[in-house]
């Protein structure tokens, strides 16, 4: 099974625009320029809102992957959603904050 880097970057593309149009029409969901509102859990799920550049990390590639075998491009909180746990999330973004 080979990685698919540019159908992941494309969805993920996609979904970041179902996402803008989204959040241009709701004013609680103010995003910071170069950032992205994604959530995260299993059963109860928690907004993140993290900066762009982690779409390019291998390792929230992967995320990205889990999160397209499980919701394609229904996402039920109308963002993007990982299917993730919120601690392993946390600490796998934290590393990032550290390079």
Known sequence: MGIRLPSMI???KQILRKQSLHARN???NNVPKGHV???VGEAEKKRFVVPIS????PSFQDLLQQ???EFGFNHPMGG???PCDEDAFIDLTSRF???
């Open 26 to 28: 709701q004013s609680n």
């Open 97 to 99: 904050n550290s390079l």
């Open 10 to 12: 494309t969805t993920a």
């Open 80 to 82: 993007l959603t990982i």
């Open 67 to 69: 999160a397209e075998e």
């Open 54 to 57: 982690y779409l390019n990390h």
């Open 37 to 39: 509102a994604v959530y």
